[in-house]
């Protein structure tokens, strides 16, 4: 099945936003893993599950998207999502460190 151009774009857009879903996951997975102690073996079947999951949601998303026929532009979006949201959450901590100092210098002069 041939899509038009518009149809890989607007598909292009949705990996890349599934991209970012699968990003933002294993970040909250990180997340509660420094909130909360995890023994190797733990880690492992969280990750297990993660990728289980991540899975079976981008199966789902490129069968509604690309009617379950692998697109490289699809894949291509997913990595492109993945970066974007990586550069992103280097910004916001470059951001928030730049805030915090600025906190803490107002503090101690005030």
Do not use: P
């Not at 949705?14 to 990003?23: D, M, Q, R």
């Not at 697109?71 to 970066?83: D, H």
């Amino acid at each position: 099945m041939m899509l038009g151009i518009g149809k890989e774009a607007v598909v292009f857009l949705y990996a890349g936003l599934s991209g970012i879903v699968t990003f933002s996951c294993y970040q909250i997975l990180l997340l509660l893993r420094k909130l909360i102690a995890h023994s190797a073996a733990a880690v492992s079947v969280e990750d297990f599950f993660y990728w289980i999951g991540i899975s079976v949601y981008l199966f789902r998303q490129m069968y509604h998207t690309t009617y379950g026929s692998v697109r490289w532009f699809f894949i291509l979006g997913i990595v492109v999502g993945n970066f974007l949201a990586f550069f992103c959450k280097i910004l916001l901590k470059k951001t928030w460190s730049k805030w915090k100092n600025r906190l803490e210098k107002g503090k101690k002069s005030g």
